[in-house]
């Protein structure tokens, strides 16, 4: 079955500091892999995506990803966060059964809070 | 281009009322999906449309059920509501098969069954 796991349930940071959350997934087969972000009282918003072609993706506001296919993972980094990357983050994972339906699985989401 | 939109916003309702939850979106996308947001557990999929007409159990379809009226609207119904059925409810669309897969999401329903 497909899934995903995210390591990072709460982080903490002072603003300037370098980013990392973990996201591992298991499915056997080809997959795209998302990251969503939700602001405070809002819904969810894709920060980046992967498909295929170069591993490293960049997406908005200063995100990027690492899609390391032989660890099943990609990860989340941003050099320098900003009090307004407070937000909770979720991983996610797709891929396309027999008959076309695209099954999406979401990890469990981590809360990020950068202190100012 | 308003996207996703769901209706109400926030519902507070009694132990084994029911009421429906509406979805509507103007992109034209094929497909629509309802997940439930819960603390530490992620979006978990409830029903999902894959095409006008269609529709399907996602992972936690118990207490609720599900109407694609047209290509725009997806409706939620829960029928007799349960306290564990507190939960911010999401509305997703995504244009497929071409398109990016990306999802979609409307704003969220609130909704406290007491």
């Known amino acids: 079955a497909q899934s995903v796991s995210q390591h990072n349930h709460h982080v903490i940071l002072s603003e300037a500091a370098s980013l990392e959350l973990g996201c591992n997934y298991s499915y056997g087969g080809t997959v795209n892999l998302f990251w969503y972000v939700q602001y405070p009282g809002q819904h969810l918003q894709l920060l980046l995506k992967y498909f295929s072609g170069d591993p490293l993706v960049k997406g908005i506001k200063g995100f990027e990803a690492e899609f390391i296919k032989s660890k099943f993972s990609f990860n989340l980094r941003k050099p320098s966060v900003q009090w307004s990357d407070t937000a909770e983050y979720f991983c996610?994972?797709?891929?396309?059964?027999?008959?076309?339906?695209?099954?999406?699985?979401f990890g469990t989401g981590t809360k990020l809070q950068v202190i100012p | 281009n308003a996207g996703v939109t769901q209706t109400p916003k926030f519902q507070v309702l009694k132990t084994g009322q029911s009421m429906t939850l509406q979805c509507a979106q103007d992109?034209?996308?094929?497909?629509m999906y309802w997940y439930r947001q819960d603390p530490g557990m992620g979006l978990r999929l409830i029903y999902y449309s894959a095409s006008e007409g269609t529709t399907d159990k996602g992972e936690v379809p118990n207490g609720y059920n599900v109407s694609r009226l047209n290509k725009r609207e997806f409706s939620l119904r829960l029928e007799s509501a349960a306290p564990s059925q507190t939960s911010v409810y999401f509305c997703?669309?995504?244009?497929?098969?071409?398109?990016?897969?990306?999802?979609?999401f409307g704003p969220g329903t609130r909704l406290t069954v007491t």
């Open positions: 996610a994972v797709n891929s396309l059964n027999s008959g076309g339906y695209q099954k999406v699985t």
């Open positions: 997703a669309t995504v244009q497929r098969p071409q398109g990016s897969y990306e999802q979609y």
């Open positions: 992109m034209n996308h094929n497909s």
